[in-house]
């Protein structure tokens, strides 16, 4: 599997170069780039530019983007609503979906292969509007994704809508062939189990958010610090047929000095490989 790291671990400072280094020099072959505003402003013609630079001059791949939760620099803290693609009024969906298209222009530049989509909020409920709205947004994202060479993922979270279950139905009454599935291993956890997902979404998963928990919320800890069945999961994960890319997205609550950092990374990937 293509070791991968989000940039999430760094999400309290500004994405440059020196932490782009910082990853290559870990053991990861690839990163994920997580468009938050604040960490990455894929708004910022001159931000894009110099990560685009550096792209080009170095062998790390820029595998993916994690679409933005929020359109502000500080994630919602100051009242502004979250980017809800499943939301009720016609307006904020819109909203949502601009905003992910603001960061899914970066790939002019910065030559990501995959945008990871969460659809909705924690809140949402699944019913048949729910479905019509996810197709809409998938249909809509997804149009403009593709002539970027860029692929839709859409993740398993912790709301109705987003079940493995309920994924595959969106993507079968869809007819999504196009689109593929991001499996968040801490969200299964907390949800339906590792392996239980892993069966459900099978080959239409092309990466895998890779992160511990205790079984009760979503804590972004490093593979081992909590109780996901690390084996039996690896094991699962090595029965998909291609083989994802395997992103590990740890909490910035987590980082720590570049060199505690880099050995943690490399550990992690050891044990997930």
Known sequence: MLRVLSTHLFLNQRLHPGLLELAARSGAEAVEIFAARQHFDYTDREHVTELAGWFRSNKLQPFSMHAPLYPDREMGRGGGPANNVL???KARRIDAMDDVKRALEAADSIPFRNMVLHLGEAM??????????AITALEHLGAFARPLGVRVLVENLMSEPTTPE????????????????????GHAHV????????????????SVHAHDNHGVKDEHLWPGEGTIAWPAAVKALKTIDPAP???????????????????????????LN
């Not at 949800?191 to 092309?206: C, H, K, M, P, Q």
């Open 124 to 133: 949402d409920t699944w019913s048949p509007r729910t479905i019509e709205y």
């Open 87 to 89: 939301h009720p009024e």
């Open 245 to 271: 890319a395997l992103v590990l997205e740890i909490s910035q609550k987590q980082n720590g000095d570049a060199q505690t950092v880099s050995a943690r990374i490399g550990q992690a990937f050891d044990l």
């Open 191 to 206: 949800s339906v189990g590792v392996t239980e997902a892993i069966g459900t979404l099978g080959s239409r998963i092309v």
């Open 166 to 185: 309920h994924l595959m139905e969106i993507l079968r009454i869809g007819h999504m062939d196009h689109v593929g599935v991001c499996l968040d291993l």
